[in-house]
């Protein structure tokens, strides 16, 4: 059994390596595309909708507030009150249904997305040769894409979120253009506090992930050996559970 090993440290990725990643989603995308082209269009089909959504709202909501106005200062029939009522009611009932759809649409995508990588990774391992699985760094690398398989499908989801709430900004500012200008610079404003938030923790959450590597590999390993019928036998002969049990509270 291998010594234990120390976590590195996180490797800290620049700026510039973090823009150069973005050339990698042309080829992410068609690999989603790929693994099902009539989900992929519905799951897009459905966020752009989604994403007038809130302008939508807004608006039927300022029609109401004027309809109040109009009401208090000249009164009248509140039918046309009662009909923006309704309407945002609605919208707001689809907006939910929207959210609820895109969940499940994404859910599905993300699995067929696993499972059309995983089985793209193990046509590729059939195809190489025996000593490169003895090296470490090389196996590292293995390792790394075949539990991105699972992990892509989270980032398939908060891709296709930031490309949802990147139209629904555009449309925010087109209707802000028709109101005022300057209230441009205060939406870009908000905006950057969230950005640089999100940017800093994703570049801290990957770096850890893809140090901690070696100690996953070993851990799923030893949980292997811990708990499987194949080494059951000289777990029992050699009395190997507490060293087995212990080394993996140790990773």
Same mark, same amino acid.
């Given at each position: ?170 449309? #925010?500012?087109? +209707?802000?253009? &028709?109101?005022?200008?300057?209230? *441009?610079?205060? $939406?870009?404003?908000? !905006? =950057?506090?969230? @950005? ?28 292997? #050996?811990?708990? +499987?019928?194949? &080494?059951?036998?000289?777990?029992? *002969?050699?009395? $190997?559970?507490?060293? !087995? =049990?212990?080394? @993996?509270?140790?990773?």
């Amino acid at each position: 059994m291998a010594k234990t090993r120390n976590i590195k440290p996180e490797q800290k990725i620049s700026f510039k390596e973090r823009l150069s990643a973005l050339s990698n989603l042309p080829e992410f995308f068609s690999l989603v595309w790929q693994s099902s082209p009539g989900k992929t269009t519905m799951s897009f089909l459905l966020r752009i909708i989604r994403s007038a959504m809130p302008v939508a709202l807004l608006y039927v909501g300022k029609l109401i507030i004027d309809q109040v106005v109009l009401l208090n200062r000249h009164g009248g029939s509140q039918h046309e009150l009662w009909k923006l009522v309704i309407i945002e009611f609605l919208l707001a009932i689809l907006t939910d249904g929207l959210n609820r759809m895109i969940s499940l649409i994404d859910s599905l995508l993300g699995d067929l997305f696993s499972n059309y990588t995983s089985m793209r990774i193990m046509r590729h391992a059939a195809t190489l040769d025996l000593e490169q699985f003895e090296d470490s760094v090389f196996y590292d690398k293995l390792e790394r894409a075949r539990q991105q398989t699972v992990g892509r499908t989270v980032l398939l989801s908060q891709v296709m979120s930031q490309i949802q709430d990147f139209i629904s900004i555009a449309f #925010l500012l087109t +209707s802000l253009l &028709t109101l005022n200008p300057w209230l *441009i610079l205060l $939406l870009l404003i908000s !905006i =950057i506090p969230s @950005f640089m938030g999100e940017s800093y923790f994703n570049s801290q959450n990957y770096a850890l992930t893809r140090s901690q590597t070696p100690e996953r590999r070993e851990l799923d390993y030893v949980r292997y #050996l811990g708990a +499987s019928d194949e &080494t059951a036998k000289e777990v029992k *002969i050699f009395g $190997l559970a507490d060293f !087995i =049990i212990n080394r @993996f509270k140790t990773l």
